[in-house]
């Protein structure tokens, strides 16, 4: 059983950063993509960028320029620093990883993190 366990999250002023983290553990034996989703209230969850084990990201454009992905490998976690943060950035936040067991994969999901972007 691999658990993905995020935090970081928290409620920041327009303009603001945070910075969210994503530990992967358990029975890992490879993981392939890390990422992060969010989820807004009466929205449905939405990727906000991923990162391969060779480092090759992927941003959704509403983040580009301001989200950076990153991966600690021997560490088996993901980071996401969230710059010029934006009311329309509140939502939870979900790690997601891809884990490789025995010649194939599967999808793990973290229990997700508040971001709360708010004067």
């Known amino acids: 059983q691999v658990q993905l366990v995020e935090s970081g999250g928290g409620l920041v002023q327009p303009g603001g950063s945070l910075r969210l983290s994503c530990a992967a553990s358990?029975?890992?034996?490879?993981?392939?993509?890390m990422g992060w989703y969010r989820q807004a209230p009466g929205k449905q969850r939405e990727l906000v960028a991923t990162?391969?084990?060779?480092?090759?990201?992927n941003y959704a454009d509403f983040v580009k320029g301001r989200f950076i992905i990153s991966r600690d490998n021997a560490k088996n976690t993901v980071y996401l620093q969230m710059n010029s943060l934006k009311p329309e950035d509140t939502a939870v936040y979900y790690c997601?990883?891809?884990?490789?067991?025995?010649?194939?994969?599967?999808?793990?999901w973290g229990q997700g993190t508040q971001v709360t972007v708010s004067s």
């Open positions: 358990g029975r890992i034996f490879g993981i392939n993509a």
């Open positions: 990162i391969t084990g060779g480092g090759r990201e």
């Open positions: 997601n990883a891809v884990l490789m067991r025995f010649g194939s994969t599967y999808e793990a």
